[in-house]
């Protein structure tokens, strides 16, 4: 934040802030943001740009793009292009606002190959061999000849070029992920050509061989050519393996590119969630990289810790702290580091919504930083927010996500605020789902802002305070911000469920809150997952560890189907199958009897029946906004009497979602000291002009 003094950090994380060169060019520290997807892309590249120069100005050394087609023949639906010269300004506003900040601009060169359907274009999908396209979409990519192989050289190093006149400093050939041609190329599980571009591993290496010396011939002299490279494709012996091929890969070709960007597998790995992986949990396979080449080796491993930072450093496991998911949560975070304020790093919880949303084709967001993809939209800087610029003084009720966001934007702004939290302890649906399996990250929603606010002295906070409508009234606050959370529904009314299912009445019931507050069912148990996140997959973790036996049913094809954009649906399912005595997708609880419950096929309505000693319910959500229903009969006139001009609805209250939406609805009400819908949208759109020389006619003109 503005204003706050500057500490020293202690000696031993000097090397964080060492400069390193990376072949022609130098970075000023060790901090790397790697390339990472965001939903915005050449769809909005106002803002993806907007967003990469926030990254430059916490402090980071690199700041690189996410993947950048470079044909058309291996299109991505949402990510930036650089087909030919006509994508060069979009690049270049990108490279202008990261360099603006002194940071090396990087850019991530990718053909997708048979991992694309190429929606947009209808090009046949190539591939080294025939395979069938990933996805759902029936397709075959077709395998490349030699002609493809020359062509495809062809398009990588004149997008090198246009990358290099776009203000890149650092490009990469992109052979990660296990989705692009060159790591394809190099797999064995899918490679079955018998040419010079097949078999061995040296000939199956050939093709990356070859790009990276067009694009260091091409481009060398003033950038750095860097590979990201899948040393580990999490398949076993079918494919690369960091002990194996992935090691003699670098072995082979470890002195040639200027820098070396490990990962693993796909994103289900490489990015796991803080529910299946802790920080650093790739180092294992990353080190075996620096045992295999001289040049400077990037890699990740979510890491929010300066120490384990520096002990990555120090042990020699890397050259440069890479970082995706860390450099969304708190883009200053190196500049907290450099300047000691290390209680101010907002740390990453692992949880994927920043995944989430690029997987659903909309821009990026963050559950710990509300203004990730808000920066060019609504102009929103995630350390400085501005002063107060009205008389209100504020009172929030309900200490969970919103109300903690809020009050912490208002205390930052100058804004006197009371917060009253009805529990004694602070931190609502965070506090409370952290405690579960595998979501204790989540506790660091409640953390970084109770330590913000603790040094605020224009904030009180009022735990175990339960707030009527005339204490309102009598609090002498002209704003008030209801932010109650929301409580689950115990009548299976859900997605599936438009009425309460019937019979409920006839046994135990039991909510996510009833799990949450220490209430446990006992014996045989059917999950019924209507929610399709993650709260019924670790109530099911959380219960079998009890001893019960669950049987976990859900309408969907899939367990916890949301989970998909997260890139954990897998690892979920797996573990519910291992854990649960059975798994019924498609099925939806019908009606329940005593000691019964009846599960029907969605599609047929076929019931099977099940013993149960209780039911779990995870399916919608209700508002808690008792209160303000309250507040709202009570009519303008008594507002005024009591010096209250605004009574608004924060987070859950107004609409329960995700912990990610309810942060962002809080800072919203800090920024405008509102949350109403607006007759014009809030935020700025690119605007397009068209191609046209005439505007067309409108509608009722001659």
Request: aromatic residues 6%; proline residues 6%; charged residues 25%.
């Amino acid at each position: 934040m503005k204003g706050r003094p500057v500490l020293s950090r202690p000696s031993r994380f000097d090397i964080l802030f060492e400069p390193l060169q990376i072949g022609p060019v130098t970075s000023k520290n060790r901090f790397y943001q790697v390339p990472h997807c965001n939903g915005m892309g050449r769809a909005h590249p106002s803002p993806m740009a907007a967003m990469r120069g926030i990254k430059a100005e916490g402090g980071w050394g690199v700041v690189c793009t996410e993947q950048c087609d470079i044909h058309y023949s291996g299109q991505h639906q949402r990510e930036l292009r650089l087909w030919d010269a006509q994508d060069i300004p979009t690049l270049a506003r990108a490279s202008y606002q990261i360099h603006e900040h002194g940071a090396l601009a990087g850019v991530e060169l990718a053909h997708n190959g048979g991992h694309v359907a190429n929606l947009e274009s209808r090009a046949v999908p190539i591939a080294p061999s025939a395979e069938a396209t990933r996805g759902l979409l029936p397709g075959t990519a077709r395998a490349m000849d030699k002609n493809d192989i020359k062509a495809f050289r062809r398009w990588h190093r004149e997008a090198a070029l246009n990358a290099k006149r776009a203000g890149f400093d650092i490009v990469y050939i992109y052979a990660g992920h296990s989705m692009t041609l060159p790591i394809n190329f190099l797999s064995p599980s899918r490679n079955k050509r018998t040419d010079e571009y097949g078999g061995s591993l040296e000939n199956r290496a050939r093709l990356l061989r070859e790009l990276i010396e067009d694009t260091k011939e091409a481009i060398g002299d003033t950038c750095a050519v860097a590979v990201r490279f899948c040393i580990d494709e999490m398949m076993g012996p079918r494919g690369i393996t960091a002990d194996g091929e992935g090691y003699e890969v670098i072995e082979l070709l470890g002195e040639l590119p200027d820098l070396w960007d490990i990962n693993i597998s796909n994103m289900a790995y490489d990015g796991a969630t803080a529910r299946f992986e802790s920080e650093g949990w790739q180092e294992k396979y990353v080190k075996r990289a620096k045992q295999a080449t001289t040049k400077p080796v990037v890699g990740v491993g979510r890491f929010t810790s300066p120490d384990t930072m520096v002990a990555m450093l120090r042990s020699g496991t890397l050259d440069l702290i890479g970082a995706a998911r860390p450099s969304i949560a708190d883009p200053f975070l190196p500049s907290k580091i450099e300047q000691g304020r290390f209680d101010d790093i907002r740390e990453c919880i692992g949880c994927n919504i920043c995944l989430a949303f690029d997987s659903l084709g909309a821009p990026i967001r963050c559950t710990q930083n509300p203004t990730m993809g808000e920066e060019w939209r609504r102009g929103w800087h995630p350390e400085t927010i501005p002063p107060k610029d009205t008389d209100d003084t504020v009172l929030v009720v309900g200490g969970g996500p919103a109300g903690l966001e809020a009050a912490r934007g208002l205390g930052q702004r100058g804004y006197d605020v009371i917060l009253c939290e009805e529990s004694r302890e602070l931190g609502g649906r965070v506090t409370r789902e952290a405690r579960l399996p595998g979501l204790a990250t989540y506790g660091r929603v409640r953390d970084w802002r109770l330590e913000q606010l603790k040094r605020m002295r224009n904030v009180q906070l009022l735990p175990g305070n339960r707030v009527t409508a005339d204490l309102v009234l009598e609090a002498g606050c002209s704003l008030v911000a209801i932010a109650t959370g929301a409580t689950w529904r115990g009548d299976g009314v859900g997605r599936y469920h438009t009425e309460p299912i019937p019979g409920l009445g006839d046994v135990d019931v039991f909510t996510p809150d009833d799990i949450m507050d220490g209430r446990l069912p006992h014996g045989r148990v059917v999950i019924y997952d209507d929610d399709h996140y993650y709260m019924a997959s670790v109530i099911a973790e959380q219960l079998a560890a009890a001893g019960c036996d669950v049987t976990f049913a859900t309408p969907e094809p899939t367990v916890a189907a949301f989970t998909q954009y997260t890139a954990e649906q897998k690892r979920v399912q797996r573990r519910i199958i291992e854990l649960c005595s059975a798994v019924r997708t498609s099925t939806a609880l019908a009606r329940t009897e005593p000691g019964t419950a009846y599960l029907a096929c969605t599609y047929t309505r076929r019931e099977t029946a099940v013993a149960v000693d209780a039911v779990v319910l995870s399916t919608g959500q209700i508002p808690r906004d008792t209160l303000y229903q309250e507040l709202a009969e009570l009519g303008p006139a008594t507002f005024e009497k009591a010096g209250v001009r605004r009574v608004v609805r924060v987070g859950d209250a107004l609409g329960p979602g995700i912990i990610a939406g309810a942060v962002h609805s809080g800072h919203l009400f800090a920024r405008t000291l509102d949350t109403a819908l607006t007759d014009e949208a809030p935020y700025r759109r690119e605007n397009v002009t068209p191609d046209w020389d005439r505007p067309l006619p409108l509608r009722g003109t001659a």
